[in-house]
């Protein structure tokens, strides 16, 4: 009896339901797999994009930073090749300047030699004037003890003694015992 009762009773009334849902189903079913394969779509669209975009982000980053390298190791090189040469007494090249700091340290390295440069000049224009006065004039040098250092041939000559005879002795030796107070 029960087995009748689904069979004429429960059974039509399924299908008349299953009839009636199976067409919104299939329609849900359909538009879901619409929505499904636009949205995977977007997605793969977007991973391209992204993995695009992330490639020619590393590719201009990796080559950024070689050009920076290059640039950082030439300025540094030419740094080192220039303070090589200031040590070797040569002051004519200058260092390229700037706001950057390879910039600055240029600027800094190339006033300390300014310096230097104007400070041999002075020296070689002092010597220059010595050695002239001492061609025409009579130079004795005396420590700060008062001892003679050296003397000029011009000197030698007017005071009548050598240089060995001088060397090491008091400048009080050239002067009257009266005037040197002994």
Do not use: C
């Amino acid at each position: 009896a029960r087995n009748r009762v689904l069979t004429e009773r429960v059974a039509p009334r399924f299908e008349e339901h299953r009839a009636a849902i199976e067409p919104l189903a299939t329609a849900a079913d359909a538009s879901l797999t619409a929505e499904e394969v636009e949205v995977a779509d977007t997605i793969a669209t977007r991973g391209w994009w992204q993995a695009a975009l992330t490639a020619v982000f590393l590719v201009v980053a990796v080559g950024t930073t070689l050009a920076l390298a290059a640039s950082v190791n030439r300025q540094a090189g030419e740094t080192v090749a220039a303070v090589d040469r200031f040590d070797s007494g040569d002051f004519a090249q200058r260092l390229p300047t700037g706001a950057h700091e390879f910039g600055r340290i240029g600027e800094a390295i190339n006033r300390v030699a300014d310096m230097v440069a104007a400070r041999q000049r002075a020296d070689r224009d002092t010597a220059a004037q010595v050695a002239a006065m001492s061609k025409v004039q009579g130079v004795v040098e005396v420590d700060m003890n008062g001892t003679i250092t050296t003397a000029n041939d011009n000197f030698l000559r007017v005071v009548g003694y050598t240089l060995d005879e001088l060397k090491g002795r008091s400048h009080s030796t050239l002067v009257d015992r009266a005037y040197a107070g002994g």
